[in-house]
């Protein structure tokens, strides 16, 4: 079998070539090699018609850009917004609230709780401060020893004597005495 292959100019028999150019129509009608193969055809052939078969690239890529950069902005506005809240929700723990009625905390509290929010990934300052508060020691509610007696402050059992002798007539004439004494002073 003496069979003559023709050849193209870069030595490919004509089917192979064939076969090339059907998988290359294939792959530029991809979506997802499309923009590839467009890439590297304007990159050689930049002047050639097979070059502005891909003009619609080039629009992709323009609409693409603009979706992206007003997606950056739009995220950016929002990360403005965030901050901007968190400013202000840290400004009302120091002053007490919009209106000054609230819980106050000072500096070095705030760093506290930022600290507390940090570790624990909190970025709402509300729960924040609820998680600052619950950190703290309780609070003490026993009088402390240097708080000076006062007078009347400490009680003894009056009228002892008419007390003892009968409790129920002294409980009712003490009883009266002070409902008097009340209805008196309106």
Request: aromatic share 6%; hydrophobic share 35%; charged share 35%.
């Amino acid at each position: 079998m003496n069979e003559t292959v023709q050849r193209t100019k870069r030595g490919l028999d004509l089917a192979t070539a064939a076969d090339l150019a059907d998988l290359l129509h294939e792959l530029s009608h991809d979506k997802e090699t499309r923009k590839a193969i467009g890439k590297i055809i304007k990159q050689k052939k930049p002047d050639s018609p097979h070059a502005a078969a891909f003009s619609d690239i080039d629009i992709e890529d323009k609409f693409e850009e603009f979706t992206r950069k007003q997606e950056e902005k739009e995220l950016m506005r929002q990360q403005e917004e965030i901050v901007r809240q968190m400013n202000a929700k840290r400004a009302a723990l120091i002053t007490g609230g919009p209106d000054g009625s609230g819980p106050k905390y000072t500096e070095d509290q705030v760093k506290e709780i930022e600290s507390l929010m940090q570790k624990k990934g909190i970025t709402d300052y509300d729960d924040g401060k609820v998680l600052y508060a619950a950190t703290l020691p309780p609070i003490d509610p026993r009088p402390g020893t240097d708080i000076p007696d006062v007078h009347g402050a400490t009680w003894e059992f009056p009228e002892w004597a008419k007390f003892g002798a009968d409790p129920v007539k002294a409980s009712r004439d003490t009883a009266h005495t002070v409902i008097t004494e009340f209805m008196r002073k309106r």
